[in-house]
């Protein structure tokens, strides 16, 4: 069964940064196709923010792009988002996904971020 676990969500005021880990247990990494972060925000849906393959390109969500980054340990079975200059708008529950080979797709429990001063 696979678990994934992230960590590392709080309260960081505007132009602070966080770094988001998502612990994957269960299946090894180099069987995920892909691997993601989302957020979603009170009354709004469920967005990607970044996303990276098994080879390791990504993609990111424009509102982001250069201010997070995403990477993954493969040897840790971990995921990461580097989160820098932290908005208000970048509050939300961010969520860890991964999509294997098989089809199968799992979610994470999610983690709080909030921005505020």
């Known amino acids: 069964q696979v678990q994934l676990v992230e960590s590392g969500g709080g309260l960081v005021q505007p132009g602070g940064s966080l770094r988001l880990s998502c612990a994957a247990s269960?299946?090894?990494?180099?069987?995920?196709?892909?691997m993601g972060w989302y957020r979603q925000a009170p009354g709004k849906q469920r967005d990607l923010v970044a996303a990276?393959?098994?080879?390791?390109?990504?993609n990111y969500a424009d509102s982001v792009k250069g201010r997070f980054t995403i990477s993954k340990d493969n040897a840790k079975n971990t995921l990461y988002l580097q989160m820098n200059s932290l908005k208000p708008e970048d509050t939300a529950v961010y969520y860890c996904?991964?999509?294997?080979?098989?089809?199968?797709?799992?979610w994470g429990q999610g983690t709080q971020v909030t921005v505020s001063s």
């Open positions: 990276i393959t098994g080879g390791g390109s990504t």
């Open positions: 996904n991964a999509y294997y080979t098989d089809g199968r797709t799992y």
């Open positions: 269960g299946r090894s990494m180099f069987s995920i196709l892909r």
